[in-house]
């Protein structure tokens, strides 16, 4: 059926726990403006599930941590189907972090509020998360050459200087400032200090689980037997696993967190961000496709009903 290249047919991702009326508009969208032939209406973390699956294909059990712009999901999986009581959100994403490190520079050194998106590039650049938080504030607090930390970002103008970067640690000049033209921003312990809300959001006043704590906490949501297989089998996915040593800090609060005679493995796939999408492609190439999708026949016939029934959503 989905071969015929005259099918049009979608599948598209939507947050947890949506509201039924946003739900349905969806689908009036697809089906009735849009005119797809066929649908499926699924969750980013399911479609990074298959992925998974497909390749770890001896595994019973996965959670998929899925931390995006908007917020942060941890997802239980078993055999391809998601465990509903260990969905736990948390209501720190990319753009928190972005508004974060806006509202610090602006306060030290230069008012960057309506810069959203020279800042989120500043952000992606230079950010890191710290695998010894006081060690790392103790180097940054380091005058002059002695912070290895620091950075020097060369804003961008727009006209000579399309995209913004930092200087090569040479051409940095530690001592006095630089010729007029170039806006630089130096930043030290901005660079981990924002990433680190994702682990300990409390810190800005945010009273929710770090991703680590709340991973365990939704292993522990789950059956006994199973609590070992899902800690070994801890996925990243989303924007914000892209920060250098974002696995590695979970690795490790994870382990110290778990069990100690449970193994764990956290998996950082080569591209976190197209995670789903890759397992969408996959799933599309199922057989069991056909049975997933509603097609805008039984919509018509059915409306709102039959979608609610046949996606786990
Ligand atoms: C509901 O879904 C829409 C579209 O995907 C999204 O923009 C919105 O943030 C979601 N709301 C919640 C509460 O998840
Ligand atoms: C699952 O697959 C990934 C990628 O091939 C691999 O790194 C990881 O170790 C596998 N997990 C287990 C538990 O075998």
Redesign the pocket.
């Known amino acids: 059926l989905y071969d015929n290249p005259l099918m049009l047919y979608i599948v598209i991702t939507e947050p947890y726990f949506n509201f039924t009326s946003i739900q349905e508009s969806m689908n009036e969208i697809l089906f009735e403006e849009y005119q797809f032939h066929a649908a499926l209406r699924i969750n980013a973390g399911s479609l990074s599930a298959h992925r998974?699956f497909y390749?770890?294909s001896s595994?019973l059990c996965c959670i998929v941590v899925d931390s995006g712009f908007s917020f942060t999901h941890i997802t239980p999986y078993c055999r391809g189907k998601k465990m509903k009581d260990g969905i736990c959100r948390i209501n720190v994403g990319g753009k928190l972090l972005t508004n974060h490190l806006k509202e610090i520079i602006s306060y030290r050194q230069l008012h960057v509020m309506d810069e959203t998106y020279v800042i989120n590039q500043v952000k992606e650049d230079v950010c890191y998360v710290s695998q010894d938080f006081y060690a790392d504030m103790a180097m940054a607090q380091l005058k002059g050459e002695e912070n290895t930390l620091m950075r020097d970002y060369v804003l961008p103008d727009f006209s000579s200087i399309k995209k913004g970067y930092c200087k090569p640690r040479e051409e940095m000049n530690f001592a006095g400032k630089y010729k007029p033209g170039e806006q630089i921003l130096r930043l030290a312990n901005e660079r981990f200090a924002v990433p680190e809300m994702l682990f300990h959001p409390s810190d800005i006043g945010i009273q929710e689980m770090g991703i680590p704590e709340a991973l365990v906490n939704s292993i522990h949501n789950m059956p006994e037997e199973m609590q070992p297989h899902f800690f070994?089998?801890i996925v990243l996915t989303g924007g914000n696993a892209l920060f250098p040593g974002f696995r590695e800090r979970v690795y490790k609060e994870v382990r110290s967190l778990a069990p100690t005679d449970f193994d764990v493995?956290v998996?950082l796939p080569a591209n976190p961000i197209c995670y789903p999408w890759e397992g969408g492609k996959l799933l599309s190439e199922n057989p069991d496709f056909d049975e997933m999708v509603v097609t805008r026949d039984d919509y018509e016939e059915n409306g709102h009903l039959i979608c609610e029934e046949k996606f786990d959503i």
Do not use: I, Q, R
């Open positions: 998974y390749e770890n595994e070994k089998n493995s998996v």
